[in-house]
């Protein structure tokens, strides 16, 4: 189960020894009462059934190559945890290639991986999943996504195929990309296993409050990809001035409001080391609840980076 206790109760339970992940959440007041310079640089964890999920994750769309593989190190070297992927990326190999070379122990790091749209049917989705494994080098996945949902394959195969690679163990967790409202409570409906979280395109200038409250209603966490707008939201002249304010760059006040909202999960892609390590490092500041509100006031209803 998630919600807003559970998750409270998630990251407390992490981070109690750092005393500041109350005042990360909490925003200003308190942070101000606490002592910064305590303040942890840890990533939190969101609890959803069972899943502890990174809340910050690297995104690996587009990347290729060497310049994938050494994304990925320069990512795991800096101290993300959790890696996002798909077999659509086409760049599972450069991921694996990179996790096999920084030797971490398999149970540090949390790797997203998700099935395309062409293996939907039962018996294709495991086989896509086994495919993924072996590219990237796992005897099993953290979490499996179905990447887009599919008018041509009934949904209820798709999800029993995806409950059935559960079992086989190919993923410790499962749960879906872009899903609208309506069809992420009907996966859930559908599936005998729980769903963790929905991946869909978030960020201060695209509204999806109607469906950040629909999946936590569904107790399921919201993983937010573009949560840079592609780049786009970095050049807000409002996402400037609180950056400013605190010293910060746009693009670390953009995730750091992602994060700071109740089962939020943000996955920024970014290629340069300093971009990599600039997006890591927003666990030691907050926005306060009024920064928050400007920003949520941004949103506007057609403002998607993907199409
Ligand atoms: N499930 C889905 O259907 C789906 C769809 C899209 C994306 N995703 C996932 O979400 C991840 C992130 O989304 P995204 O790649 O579309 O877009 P994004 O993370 O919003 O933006 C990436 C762009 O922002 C730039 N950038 C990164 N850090 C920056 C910084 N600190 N300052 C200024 N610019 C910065 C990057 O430049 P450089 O690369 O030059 O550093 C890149 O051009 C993807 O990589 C993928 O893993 C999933």
């Known amino acids: 189960m998630i919600g807003p206790h559970a998750n409270a109760v998630a990251r407390q339970g992490e981070f109690a020894q750092t005393k500041s992940s109350q005042a990360l959440r909490a925003g200003q007041h308190e942070l101000k009462a606490a002592d910064e310079s305590t303040m942890t640089t840890q990533v939190p964890t969101i609890n959803a059934d069972g899943a502890a999920i990174p809340a910050l994750g690297f995104g690996t769309w587009q990347l290729r190559g060497s310049a994938c593989t050494c994304a990925v190190a320069a990512a795991l070297d800096i101290g993300y945890r959790h890696i996002d992927t ?50 990237l080098r796992l005897d099993r996945v953290d979490l499996l996504l179905i990447h887009w949902p599919s008018a041509s394959v009934p949904l209820r195969e798709t999800m029993g195929a995806l409950c059935d690679a559960k079992r086989r163990g190919l993923t410790s967790h499962i749960g879906v990309s872009n899903f609208s409202a309506d069809l992420v409570a009907e996966a859930a409906r559908l599936a005998t296993e729980p769903i963790v979280t929905n991946q869909c395109e978030y960020h201060p200038h695209l509204d999806q409050r109607p469906l950040l409250d629909a999946c936590r209603r569904l107790d399921i966490a919201f993983t937010a990809y573009s949560p840079l707008g592609r780049g786009e939201v970095v050049r807000d002249p409002l996402v400037r001035r609180i950056a400013e304010a605190h010293r910060r760059t746009p693009a670390q006040v953009v995730l750091r409001w992602l994060v700071q909202q109740d089962e939020v999960i943000a996955i920024p892609k970014a290629t340069s080391p300093a971009h990599i390590a600039e997006n890591f490092a927003i666990f030691d500041f907050a926005l306060s609840d009024m920064e928050m509100q400007e920003i949520f006031g941004l949103a506007r209803r057609r403002a998607r980076a993907s199409s």
């Open 86 to 135: 798909a077999s659509a990326y086409a760049n599972e190999s450069e991921v694996g290639e990179a996790l096999h070379a920084a030797k971490l122990a398999r149970g540090e790091i949390f790797i997203t991986t998700k099935v395309w749209t062409d293996a939907l049917r039962d018996g294709a989705l495991q086989r896509s999943a086994e495919a993924s494994l072996k590219r």
